[in-house]
């Protein structure tokens, strides 16, 4: 149940991270985009990990990628 939670987490916090790495991207500042593809593959790496020893695992990874991803975008709308 763990490995479940765990990759659920690590994919949400994972595309809120992507947001922020992706608006650093496109406002052309690359210190700031290469700390934050540091850490995005740093809590990616945890996913991948998690769902390549049980692939039950995938379930909560898309689970956390699209709710990762729409509270990234809130986040990000709401910090502007």
Known sequence: MWT???TFLAVFFTDIL???FLKAVQHDR???AGL???VVTATAS?????Y???HLAL???LLGAFLGTVAGMKFRKISK
């Open 4 to 6: 479940y939670i765990l």
């Open 18 to 20: 992507y947001v922020y």
């Open 30 to 32: 690359p210190i700031a």
């Open 36 to 38: 934050w593809s540091v």
């Open 46 to 50: 945890i996913a991948v990990i998690n």
């Open 52 to 54: 390549t020893s049980d």
């Open 59 to 61: 379930i909560p990874a």
